[in-house]
């Protein structure tokens, strides 16, 4: 590995250490519940309005990234997928699956349509202004930053990989990172069912 790979790969472990510190210093409420989730309303991959109460009476999975990711996003969409299959035949109709762009500069709803169609045909995809993908992002404290394609190449985008899982009413309950293995996302879910 080069020196400049291994000092790239060392600055995103530092920014990776500081989003889970940050999150796990920052977030939590006077109640002692965690403070990482919110209201929003995003658009979906048929140009309808999805919000965050419109998710409300079945546990959800969360997942913010770009279509344009090369390795992470579609791991952890599969990991969620996978997470679904091993729930059984009747899962699909009983969990949200939701991948959020941090990319709403390219990711139009028809992209995610064809782009989440590739993870299971209950995926919902989102997409909105860049004001309102950034104000979900905070709220569920979720790093994110445009970074410039090398030679002229498209940008990509670095981004913060947690899958987050909500309760039937919304509410925050845990996360899993792209390496979680789709058993334990499973259980987990099982728990809310």
Avoid at 60 to 83: E, H, R, S
Avoid at 91 to 103: E, R, S, W
Avoid at 106 to 133: A, C, H, M, S, W
Avoid at 137 to 161: E, I, T
Wanted: charged letters at 20%; aromatic letters at 10%.
């Amino acid at each position: 590995m080069s020196r400049t790979m291994k000092a790239l790969l060392g600055v995103w472990i530092a920014v990776l250490v500081a989003v889970v510190g940050w999150i796990a210093w920052d977030a939590v409420r006077g109640d002692g519940k965690p403070a990482i989730g919110g209201p929003f309303a995003l658009t979906d991959q048929n140009g309808a309005t999805v919000t965050s109460d419109s998710l409300k009476g079945k546990p959800t999975l969360i997942y913010f990234g770009f279509t344009f990711c090369p390795d992470v996003c579609p791991t952890a969409l599969l990991q969620m997928a996978n997470a679904l299959d091993k729930l059984g035949p009747g899962a699909p109709a009983k969990v949200n699956l939701v991948f959020i762009t941090i990319d709403p500069e390219r990711d139009t709803p028809k992209l995610l349509k064809g782009y989440v169609e590739n993870f299971g045909p209950t995926f919902i995809g989102l997409t909105g202004t860049p004001q309102q993908i950034a104000d979900v992002a905070r709220a569920y404290r979720v790093y994110f930053q445009k970074v410039p394609g090398k030679d002229g190449g498209p940008y990509l985008m670095d981004h913060s990989s947690i899958v987050y899982l909500l309760d039937r009413n919304g509410r925050f309950v845990g996360h899993f990172t792209h390496e979680t293995k789709p058993e334990a996302i499973a259980a987990a879910l099982g728990r809310l069912l």
